[in-house]
C-alpha cells in the first residue's frame, strides 16, 4: 500500500556551481526564472525556481559554505547536474515516523525558510518542512526527501508559471544504473510503490497522485531513447534526463534553437527533452 503521507513527485533539484549563470542559461532555453532566493543562514545555500502546474525544478547553489551545505560541495566537487527529488508531503513529521514504522531511519523533520520577491512589488516568506530518507538510500545515486509547504501562494506564483517554451509540467526522471531492475527496485521499496518493466528494458517507478515517473535505464537504452542529443557531459550513474510536458511543441522548439530536446552540456548536466502534453 503507498505511503500515505508521502505524495508524488513535488520538485527536482539541479546543483549547480554558478547560480547567476545557470539561471541566464535556463531563461536563454525558453523558461521564466524566480528571481533568486536566499535559503536560512545555517544551510547557506541559494535557489532560482521554474515553476510549473503542480512540480518545480529548482537550481541550487551554495552561497556560503556551512556543515548543512557540505554534502552539497563535495556532490558539486564531482559534477554539476539533478542530485535530488523531493517528494510533496502533507505531514513531514507524520511522514518521518511513516517511514520509521517500516524500518527505514528517516530524519527529521527540519522548518527553513527563505523570502521571496514578489511580482507586484514586496516580499513574503516561503517557509518548508523537509525530511530526508537516510543518506544511504540512493538508488543508482539518486538523493530523496519530502517537502512540506507551509506557504504554497508565496512558491506557485501564477507570473512565474507561464514558460516560453510552454513548459508546464515534469514527465519523467530518467536515472542512469548499471543494473536498472535493481536500481527501480530500491526506490519502489524506499516509497513503498511497484517497480513495472518497460518494452526497452528500461524499469518505471511511478511516484503517485499523476506526478512525475522515475524510469532506470541503461546508457545504451537512454541513447536509443534520445538518439538525437548527445550524451556528453551525463554522468555513468545518477540521474541524467528530464522529460517534460508542454502546452507548445512548436514553441519548444524554437527556444530551444531547433530541437525538442538540448544535451546535458546545455543544461547544468542535465539532457532536458519537450513532450507536447
Known amino acids: 500500500m503507498a505511503l500515505r503521507h508521502v505524495i508524488g513527485v513535488d520538485h527536482v533539484m539541479v546543483l549547480v ?15 521564466t526564472v524566480s528571481p533568486r532566493g536566499t535559503h536560512s543562514a545555517h544551510m547557506g545555500s541559494g535557489n532560482y525556481t521554474i515553476m510549473f502546474g503542480e512540480d518545480y525544478l529548482e537550481l541550487l547553489g551554495v552561497l556560503v559554505p556551512t ?8 556532490a558539486l566537487a564531482r559534477r554539476e547536474g539533478l542530485d535530488r527529488v523531493a517528494f510533496t508531503t502533507d505531514d513531514a513529521a507524520a511522514g518521518v515516523a511513516e517511514l520509521q514504522a517500516k524500518g527505514i531511519a528517516a530524519t527529521g523533520p ?3 525558510g527563505r523570502p521571496v520577491e514578489l511580482p507586484g512589488g514586496g516580499t513574503a516568506e516561503a517557509r ?3 525530511f530526508h530518507w537516510p543518506q544511504s538510500a540512493r538508488p543508482a545515486g539518486l538523493g530523496l526527501f519530502a517537502c512540506q509547504h507551509l506557504t504554497r501562494e508565496n512558491v506557485w506564483i501564477p507570473a512565474l508559471q507561464a514558460h516560453a517554451n510552454g513548459a508546464c509540467r515534469l514527465l519523467r526522471i530518467e536515472v542512469l544504473a548499471a543494473d536498472p531492475q535493481a536500481g527501480a527496485a530500491e526506490l519502489a521499496g524506499l516509497v513503498d510503490r511497484v517497480a513495472e ?7 518505471r517507478v511511478a511516484s503517485g497522485a499523476g506526478r512525475a515517473d522515475f524510469v532506470f535505464l541503461d546508457r545504451a537504452t537512454l541513447a536509443a531513447r534520445h538518439p538525437d542529443v548527445s550524451l556528453d557531459g551525463l554522468p555513468q550513474q545518477g540521474a541524467a534526463a528530464l522529460v517534460l510536458g508542454t502546452t507548445n511543441l512548436a514553441a519548444a522548439t524554437a527556444a530551444l534553437g531547433g530541437a525538442p530536446a538540448v544535451p546535458a552540456t546545455r543544461a547544468n548536466g542535465v539532457l532536458l527533452r519537450f513532450i507536447a502534453v
Open 110 to 112: 527540519i522548518a527553513f
Open 128 to 130: 518548508f518542512q523537509v
Open 197 to 203: 518493466p518497460e518494452a526497452d528494458g528500461a524499469w
Open 17 to 31: 556551481r554558478d547560480l547567476d549563470a545557470a539561471a541566464a542559461a535556463w531563461r536563454g532555453l525558453g523558461f
Open 67 to 74: 556543515e548543512h551545505n557540505a554534502p552539497m560541495r563535495a
